[in-house]
């Protein structure tokens, strides 16, 4: 198939993807990985870290978000925006962890002008001096508010599509797949990175999903850094009785971001906390190459530093005991 040997390509169908999707495993994921390996070093995965800096009360309904005050039965304690000096500390002990990338997420559904912005460009400015990449998710924002964040020297902008466009009113009502695409064109027109990907097991089909990734594949140049997040249901929300996601499925999903958008940073994201070890590392085959790191996202549980500790052990060079060393030099 045109454009699944790496080539970059900004005319995918939906129907191309999903027939990419529906490949036999392993061949779907020894493509990926021949991709990946052509554009990326195989053996990096960025560690990023992030931090609500704001939590709860969002007017958005979002099905899955138990920020939403829509979903009143969700047990959140809501805070107000983090002051600035508390966030560069956990951003400082972020990096101390080994991440590379800060992110930080407020509940809005859009930026407003006042002292909060000015404490988040305050905040883009800071990571930065720590020599980290520094993102945020802020909801949708105006023309003269990405420029502040570009001149704050902010590296990417997330602003998540969620899903494909014909299933995304089932899930959200109170903001049009319209406007998530022209936050996206508004981050970029300032130059800002994109970070945009979605979510899996809301109960969409793989038409859906083929679709989200059809969007985001169409954009020139493709999203810097597309998440793939696998639902983490809680309790409360409209879609808190969701059957689990099928571990192979993120595989898939993974795959296919990576065959139709080579260069993309694909980030194993939301959902990552119920994998086990393996199929985390199938994933990283597949074509991810950066986890967030820590043992929460925003509000929802991830997978533990220790295990994170190691699941890089595992990836990395493997250091042979001594009875090993011993064996080698019998042998020789």
Known sequence: MAGADGTLRFDWSVA???????????????????????????????????????????PENCGY???????????????????????LAEARAAREAGAERFCM??????????????????????????????CVTLGMLKAHQAARLAEAGLTAYNHNLDTGPDFYPE??????????????ATVRAEGIALCSGGIIGMGETVRDRAAMLQVL?????????????ALVPVAGTPLADRPPVDPLDLVRMVA???????????????GRASLTREAQILCLIAGANSIFYGDTLLTTPNAGISADAALMAAIGPRMRDDEDCQATQAAE
């Not at 020894?30 to 554009?39: S, Y």
């Not at 899930?171 to 996206?184: A, C, K, S």
Request: hydrophobic fraction near 40%; include cysteine; charged fraction near 25%.
């Open 16 to 58: 191309e993807i999903a027939a990419l999707h529906d490949l036999p495993l392993l061949e779907l994921v020894g493509r990926a990985n021949a991709v990946h390996r052509a554009h990326h070093d195989p053996n990096h995965v960025q560690k990023a870290s992030l931090l609500s800096i704001k939590t709860g009360g969002c």
């Open 65 to 87: 978000c138990p920020q939403s005050a829509h979903h009143r039965e969700v047990k959140l304690t809501r805070d107000r925006l983090m002051a600035p000096q508390k966030v």
């Open 105 to 134: 997420g407020a509940a809005w559904r859009e930026v407003r002008d006042g002292p909060d912005f000015d404490a988040v460009v305050e905040m883009v400015k800071g990571v930065r001096g720590l020599g980290m990449e520094a």
């Open 171 to 184: 899930i959200v009502t109170t903001r049009t797949y319209q406007e998530r695409l022209d936050t996206l």
């Open 217 to 229: 594949a169409a954009l020139d140049p493709h999203p810097e850094s597309v998440p793939i997040n």
């Open 256 to 270: 296919t971001a990576r065959l139709t958008m080579p260069r993309s940073i694909v980030r194993l994201s939301a």
